[in-house]
């Protein structure tokens, strides 16, 4: 895929059940399409704040998909970056997300897929709430299309 990043939209069903080829670093596909990045919609319905990240459960009805979004960015980033200016953007925003995901609140999620002992997660790169009550509906109706349309076609 090179250095685009797609997000699939997929159910929690879909995304649960992609296949994971155990390699290093892990490697997911549907179809023997590869699958990196996700885009999931449903209500949040656990949520555990620690110090260092946000761990919460996305159901859409069809399963509830474990998310987590990093919030250590400081202590990670430390060493990584030398512009402060961009370890506090990324910090910042990690922050404000966090405190939007509320139990009871339908939240759109994108991140990449991952393994944390043995369970797939989302790691989240983005968290917004949904304000429209047809969001969930369409994102299933988006979902159904695209997985006949293009997912389950296979790789092209």
């Known amino acids: 895929m090179g250095s685009l990043s797609v997000h699939f939209k997929l159910l929690a069903c879909d995304l649960l059940s992609l296949v994971n080829h ?24 656990s949520r555990q704040r620690r110090e260092q990240f946000l761990k919460f459960l996305v159901d859409d009805g069809s399963g509830c998909v474990p998310c987590v979004l990093w919030l ?32 009871g609140e339908v939240v759109r999620v994108r991140g990449r897929v991952g393994v944390y002992r043995e369970e797939m997660q ?7 709430v949904e304000r429209d009550p ?4 369409l994102f299933w109706l988006e979902c159904i ?5 293009c997912y389950d076609l296979g790789p092209l």
């Open 22 to 45: 155990r390699t290093t670093p892990p490697t997911f596909s549907r179809n023997s399409t590869p699958v990196s990045c996700v885009e999931t919609l449903g209500v949040v319905v």
């Open 145 to 149: 299309r695209l997985a006949r349309e």
């Open 134 to 137: 047809n969001a969930e509906v």
């Open 72 to 103: 250590n960015h400081y202590s990670l980033g430390r060493k990584r970056w030398r512009e402060p200016s961009d370890l506090d953007i990324k910090a910042g925003m990690a922050l404000e997300q966090a405190e939007m995901v509320r139990l």
């Open 122 to 128: 989302v790691t989240v790169r983005d968290v917004v």
